[in-house]
């Protein structure tokens, strides 16, 4: 039997990896209504995050100075910068973003983590490493902090806020929705639609159907994608290939971009 579902809120988040629960919890703690959804089974809330290293980006932090490490975020913005290579008109947006990021990273953001019970290793790494210079791609110093707990230690108290909020009726968690299609008002996005997979009792991380049992609607105030980006998808990095980059390679071993050219 087709089955057919229409659900309304303040705010739609499109799927639960960090980002996700992260931006559900905090809306739902600002007294908004959300509905939150994902393609995967419930076991998978917090996503590809459960199975990270837990690093995190800080800049001029405790654990850095008790090293010895000598950061600031003029040094962050200038490694950032290089490595971005922000020089076009449609760079814009992603600047302000970049600019938004590392202030946060400066600031409140590992206080923030505290206050929720988020602990990090003392020893900083240096994951996605430059040079010996801040004038190229990369960090120039250490900033990968480490959660306690690695992956599951920085998704378990946003998990947590999630299903606290499921509980007292603010949040609303479907599994097995796929989003297909956002919904659009005179250019405005009021929402998303897509298909209901057949139910999973799948564990984390294993593989699931993609049967389609249903479709469904959700029409919301606003609405935050935060499924991750196209690098897993071999076919649309080739579709969406700057020209300027020449061919794109056929074999998707060598279509990956190395994170330590990211910072």
Known sequence: MTVSQTHSADVLVVGWGLAGIVAASEAAAAGKSVVIVDQESRPNLGGQAFWSFGGLLFIDSPEQ?????KDS?????QDWFATAGF???????????????????HTEKRAWLREKGVG??????????GGYTATGPGNSVPRFHITWGTGPGIVAPFQAAVESGEAAGRI????????TQLTTVDETVVGASGDILAPSGAVRGAATSREVVGSFHVAASATIVSSGGIGGNHDLVRAQWPARLGT?????????TSSSHRP
């Open 87 to 105: 020089d076009r008109a449609e760079d814009h947006w992603p600047r302000q973003w970049a600019e938004a990021y590392l202030q946060f990273a």
């Open 248 to 256: 794109p390679p056929a074999n998707a071993r060598h279509t990956r």
């Open 65 to 69: 100075r008790r090293m010895g490490i």
């Open 172 to 179: 609303t968690i479907l599994p097995r929705h796929k989003v």
């Open 120 to 129: 990090f290793f003392p020893v900083v790494g240096w994951a996605e490493r």
């Open 73 to 77: 975020y003029e040094l962050a913005r």
